[in-house]
T-cell receptor, first 116, second 115 residues
């Protein structure tokens, strides 16, 4: 079984600042996928960014980028030029590849607050 | 394209009752997964259905069950409700079965309160 740990229950930054959310995971799998999901107050989960473990290049999506360190089992999310609309719960999630996967394993989440 | 829809959005039940929640995936998606979200336990995987077959089941008692219809719509049922079943139940659909890193698209959830 795999575990996902997010060590920052809550973070608060000023608008336009850069913020990094931490995520570590534990698994014996060699091939897997990692995700960051955002859950704003409206409660609808939205995929922010996705990383395939066999790809060394870090994924980027506009202002969002990850720092994937496979050996350290670390997968942090960097948000540049933060905006008020980035205020939300952020969940790191893990999914093994191949058949028989057990859905997504989520971390407990980080509540990110962007202050005006 | 319409997103994932879940009905009802809110539900209040009493202990011992049973409840059925419904999820309609995005058109063309064949995989539907269910998750339970509580403040204490966070997000936990319940089960996944693909082409009307349950592929995986999380660590939940047999009171939690589900099914998927030929049009990919899915229902989950919880029998003999307990106070601890109060949670937000999220449904997620994806084009292919899990295990391939597919993006899962989440619905708005059903908030179940057990009194």
């Amino acid at each position: 079984a795999q575990t996902v740990t997010q060590s920052q229950p809550e973070m608060s930054v000023q608008e336009a600042e850069t913020v990094t959310l931490s995520c570590t995971y534990d698994t014996s799998e060699n091939n897997y996928y990692l995700f960051w999901y955002k859950q704003p107050p409206s409660r609808q989960m939205i995929l922010v960014i996705r990383q395939e473990a066999y790809k060394q290049q870090n994924a980027t999506e506009n202002r969002f980028s990850v720092n994937f360190q496979k050996a350290a089992k670390s997968f942090s999310l960097k948000i540049s030029d933060s905006q008020l609309g980035d205020t939300a719960m952020y969940f790191c999630a893990f999914a093994p590849s191949g058949g028989g996967a057990d859905g997504l394993t989520f971390g407990k989440g980080t509540h990110l607050i962007i202050q005006p | 394209k319409a997103g994932v829809t879940q009905t009802p959005r809110y539900l209040i039940k009493t202990r011992g009752q049973q409840v059925t929640l419904s999820c309609s995936p995005i058109s063309g998606h064949r995989s539907v997964s269910w998750y339970q979200q509580t403040p204490g336990q966070g997000l936990q995987f319940l089960f996944e259905y693909f082409s009307e077959t349950q592929r995986n089941k999380g660590n939940f008692p047999g009171r939690f069950s589900g099914r998927q219809f030929s049009n990919s719509r899915s229902e989950m049922n919880v029998s003999t409700l307990e106070l601890g079943d109060s949670a937000l139940y999220l449904c997620a659909s994806s084009l292919l079965a899990s295990g391939r890193g597919n993006e899962q698209f989440f619905g708005p959830g059903t908030r179940l309160t057990v009194l």
